[in-house]
């Protein structure tokens, strides 16, 4: 009997990762799902670096802008929501393609969603007092004491993450690491997981470009019809905050975009890192022919169907 398999491609921002997911739908007659955390909301188009109208139409995709920024969606949510979507797509197809910049939403379908305590939202609603207050300094500070473990490895400059991690460490008394990485449930299905790498320089540099070109298309007045709704979770993300600050008179344009360059860079960084922890991972160069990653899948899924 055949085997479900999930392809999942991941690698840094702006490396080519949608290509070649379209390649893989296409190849295998698969439908694609993205994990990328940004692109779920229709209101974040170009700053997100969403496919195009002529990508979408290339393949089936599916959590594509299919939220709003004032909805609250949680990984918790996307995991529930994509597992039983699988379950119907492999109902018609042996491979669904799995493609996204997000390591924490890649890795919630794939091995399944840490389980954390139920705390009360009294703690959440006091950090995030703090942190409209006072700004983000204390918070960073008040986890490295309570769980210097994930305040050396979560993005520090991301508030959502951030507060999750404190909420969970002070309302358990435990550190917000010690529930990482327990048992999970078992995926009815296997997963290959292709990375696409380059050369630092060139990911930098294919980054710089990537963002001029969104300023090309319209961020700039992307970010002016958000401004209003700044404060929402879904806009504490690198492109929308720096424009943000020059819209706030803080920052002049030129500047705010070699920020978004220069934060964007940072993040490609993170993800390679959190990339790295994973050992089941193909890599190739984003130069990569199509044949070489097909030659290379087909014989992975031959060793999974025979497993």
Do not use: C
Request: no cysteine; hydrophobic share 40%.
């Amino acid at each position: 009997m055949s085997k479900k398999i999930l392809i999942s491609v991941v690698g840094p921002t702006a490396i080519g990762k949608t290509k070649l997911a379209i390649e893989l739908a296409n190849h295998f007659n698969a439908e694609i799902i993205s994990a990328d955390s940004r692109q779920f909301f229709k209101e974040m188009q170009i700053g997100t670096a969403a496919p195009n109208s002529q990508e979408l139409a290339s393949a089936p995709h599916h959590f594509i802008h299919h939220k709003s920024i004032h909805e609250n969606y949680s990984v918790g949510d996307f995991e529930k929501e994509a597992i039983a979507l699988l379950s119907h797509l492999f109902a018609k197809n042996d491979y669904v393609v799995m493609v996204g910049g997000s390591g924490l939403y890649s890795d919630v379908i794939t091995k399944g969603l840490d389980k954390f305590p139920n705390v009360s939202p009294d703690i959440r609603k006091n950090l995030n007092e703090i942190l409209k207050k006072e700004g983000i300094g204390p918070l960073q500070r008040q986890l490295k004491v309570l769980d210097e473990k994930s305040s050396n490895s979560i993005d520090l400059a991301n508030p959502h993450r951030l507060i999750r991690a404190l909420e969970v460490s002070i309302g358990s008394g435990k550190p917000y690491s010690s529930f990482l990485n327990k048992d999970k449930e078992k995926r009815p299905f296997k997963t290959i997981t292709i990375g696409l790498q380059a050369d630092r320089s060139i990911i930098y540099d294919r980054i710089n470009k990537r963002v001029e070109i969104m300023i090309d298309k319209g961020m700039v007045e992307e970010a002016k019809k958000l401004y209003p709704h700044r404060i929402l979770n879904a806009l504490q993300t690198v492109g929308y905050k720096e424009l943000f600050r020059y819209l706030d008179g803080e920052w002049d344009l030129e500047f705010a975009i070699s920020e978004i360059k220069k934060n964007t860079r940072r993040f490609a960084k993170r993800q390679l890192t959190w990339y790295r922890k994973n050992q089941d991972i193909i890599w190739f160069d984003f130069n990569m022919s199509k044949a070489d990653v097909f030659q290379k899948i087909d014989k992975e899924i031959i060793t999974v169907q025979n497993e």
